[in-house]
């Protein structure tokens, strides 16, 4: 069964940093490409970051250019998002998400399968 969890998540002061994981299982991460959406109250969610299949793709939203990385670790089954230089507006729900042989885009309709999310609170 093909599962997504992630991690990580918490209370951090302005311009702080967070690093999410995201433990997959119940499938070949190295055929997947992963996402990192998020969702702050009232809005819709929106992409953060992806990684193609191969790994050798990355795509960022504008908002977090240069100060989000996504990387993923094939032989331990993880993908994680360091996030530097936090600000309030990334306050969210983080959700990790895995498309088949996928380039990594920021489009929701792309994946196939979701995390629960994890909490991020950037507050002072």
């Known amino acids: 069964q093909l599962q997504l969890v992630e991690s990580g998540g918490g209370l951090v002061q302005p311009g702080g940093s967070l690093r999410l994981s995201c433990a997959t299982s119940?499938?070949?991460?190295?055929?997947?490409?992963i996402g990192w959406f998020r969702q702050a109250p009232g809005k819709a969610r929106e992409g953060v970051s992806g990684?193609?299949?191969?790994?050798?793709?990355?795509n960022y939203a504008d908002s977090v250019k240069g100060r989000f990385t996504i990387f993923k670790d094939n032989a331990k089954n993880m993908v994680y998002l360091q996030m530097n230089s936090l600000k309030p507006e990334d306050t969210a729900i983080y959700y990790c998400a895995a498309e088949v042989l996928g380039a990594g885009r920021l489009e929701l309709a792309d994946y196939d399968y979701w995390g629960q999310g994890t909490q991020v609170t950037v507050s002072s």
């Open positions: 990684i193609s299949s191969s790994g050798g793709s990355t």
């Open positions: 119940g499938f070949t991460l190295a055929h997947y490409a």
